[in-house]
C-alpha cells in the first residue's frame, strides 16, 4: 500500500509540475503581444521626438541664416556722418534702424527699475572708416556717440 501511495504521489506531483509549466507558458505566450504593443509605443515615441528635433534644427538653421544675411547686410553698410545727424533724441529703434539700417551688433542691454536699456554698435569696414553708437531707454534714443564718420 505504501508502495501505491508514493506512486499516486509521483503522479499528483508530476501533474502539479506540469499544470504549472502550462501555466506559465502561457503567461509568456501573454508577454509577447504586451511587448509588442510596449516596442510599439516606443518605436512612435522615437519617432515623435526624431521629428521634433529635425524641426527644432531646421527653425535654429533658418534663424542662424537670417542672423548671418543681417550681419552681412550691416558689414556692407556704410553708415555716413549725414545719417548719423538725423538721428534725433526721441526716436524709436524702428525709425533710426530706417535711417541706418541694422546695427552691426548689441554691446549691451539691461533693465533696471523697470528701465530697459540698449546700446548698439554700427561699424563701417576699413580701417578708420569710423563707427557710432546709439543707446536706447524703453526703445527711444537717449544718447547718441560717434567716431570718424564722413
Known amino acids: 500500500m505504501k508502495t ?6 509521483s503522479i499528483l506531483l508530476g501533474l502539479i ?11 509568456d505566450l501573454a508577454k509577447p503581444e504586451q ?12 519617432a515623435q521626438r526624431k521629428r521634433e ?9 533658418e534663424r542662424e541664416k537670417e542672423r548671418e544675411a543681417e550681419r552681412v547686410a550691416a558689414e556692407e553698410r556704410r553708415v555716413t556722418m549725414a ?12 525709425e533710426v534702424v530706417e535711417i541706418v539700417g ?3 551688433e548689441e554691446l549691451s542691454r539691461n533693465a533696471i527699475a523697470g528701465v530697459e536699456t540698449a546700446m548698439y554698435h554700427w561699424v563701417n569696414e576699413g580701417f578708420f572708416a ?3 553708437n546709439v543707446m536706447f531707454q524703453n526703445g527711444r534714443v537717449v544718447q547718441k556717440a ?3 564718420l564722413k
Do not use: C, H, S
Not at 4 to 9: Q, S
Open 35 to 46: 511587448v509588442a504593443a510596449e516596442a510599439a509605443v516606443k518605436v512612435e515615441q522615437d
Open 102 to 104: 541694422q546695427p552691426t
Open 53 to 61: 528635433n529635425e524641426e527644432r534644427e531646421k527653425a535654429r538653421l
Open 130 to 132: 569710423g563707427n557710432m
Open 146 to 148: 560717434q567716431f570718424g
Open 83 to 94: 545719417e548719423y545727424n538725423a538721428i534725433k533724441t526721441g526716436m524709436t529703434w524702428d
Open 17 to 27: 509540475v506540469l499544470v504549472f509549466i502550462a501555466m506559465m507558458e502561457l503567461q
Open 4 to 9: 501505491w501511495l508514493k506512486w499516486i504521489g
